[in-house]
């Protein structure tokens, strides 16, 4: 048995508190397991999901026996605001063949934090793609790295495609200060914006 | 991401769908009882003893246990069925609704307080 289970850290403050999902997504190697880590206050965790080889989400287990599947690992992190309250975070891959992925995790998602890397902004393509099919609000954190270029805002929302009143916020995914500066940005941003008017 | 075929674990003694749809990730899970009946599955009973410290997330008891997601909804139903887990919505209110300006403010405020 795994020695989590008598560290009493793991476990929800108080059985009432509301939990609320928030998506992590973004390109291969942009920061997401990074940011996860670095906001959870629960070791971050891996959750599986079983998809079928042509994509879609497995929701049930009929008819899988013999079939083969593959199994994707999403990182999870958990932060409390309170003890009535705690964000859980969902790190989901940005890759066009896991659109039946999305359209199941974001079901009662609060929103989406999309990291983008300036490096390789066409990398994104795929997961502003994805995005903009949901109907989820989102913010871009740009995960700067030491060698990271450093464009002109507008050229970098016009690369993206972004819509005006989107947040692009700058973020380092291993310095918790600025990874909750983009967390409050989406929020801040969820707020101001009702989600109607977001619709292009 | 790996291939490989769902391990046959998964379909000894009991049902293939969830129960109750409403099971979702983030569904809080309790345990109703500290007493573990005998004729447990191995792997019914270990949602049950991670159970007997605190509540956890449905998602977060397949993380701890090394299971996929949906084969723990399928646990969790039989579990439930018979009496052995409190089961939670993620948010007291229903949890489809779109979120509102009171849990936006306080998120906001949770997380302007951690800055
Ligand atoms: N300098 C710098 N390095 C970072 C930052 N964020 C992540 N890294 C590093 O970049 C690498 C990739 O980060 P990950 O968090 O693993 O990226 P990921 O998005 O989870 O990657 P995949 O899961 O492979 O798609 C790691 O070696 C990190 O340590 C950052 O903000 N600044
Ligand atoms: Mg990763």
Redesign the interface.
Known sequence: ??S???N?D???R????????VIVSGPFGVGKTTIIRTLSD?PP??????MTETGAV?????G??????????LD?G??S??DD?A??L?GTPGQKRFQALWDD?T??A??ALILADTRRIADSYEVMGLIERQDLRYAVALNLFPDSPRYPEEELRAALDLAPETPMIACDARDR?TS??A??AL??H??AVP?FEQQP | ??????P?Y??TGGR???SRNVL???T?L?AATDHLPSDLTSSGR?VL??LQ?????L??V??????????VK?LVSDLFDQGLLIV?A???VE??A??D?Q?????????????
């Not at chain 2, 991401?1 to 769902?6: E, G, H, K, T, V």
């Open positions: 048995m795994d989590a289970h008598s009493r793991i476990y929800l108080n059985p009432d508190q509301r939990l609320v999902k629960i965790l891996r959750t599986e999901e079983v497995v929701d049930h287990l009929d899988l026996k013999d079939k083969t599947t593959t199994t994707v690992g999870y958990r932060m605001l309170g309250l964000l859980c969902f995790l079901q009662g609060l929103g200060r909750l500066d967390l409050l929020a801040e969820l707020l989600e | 991401m790996s291939r490989r075929l769902i046959a998964l379909w293939t769908h969830p979702d990730r983030l809080v309790r270990s003893e991670i410290h605190g509540a956890l997330p998602a977060e397949a993380a701890h246990l090394e299971m996929p997601v949906i084969f399928v939670r993620p948010a007291p949890s489809d779109k979120p300006q849990l936006l403010e306080r998120v906001i405020r949770g997380l302007r307080a951690l800055q």
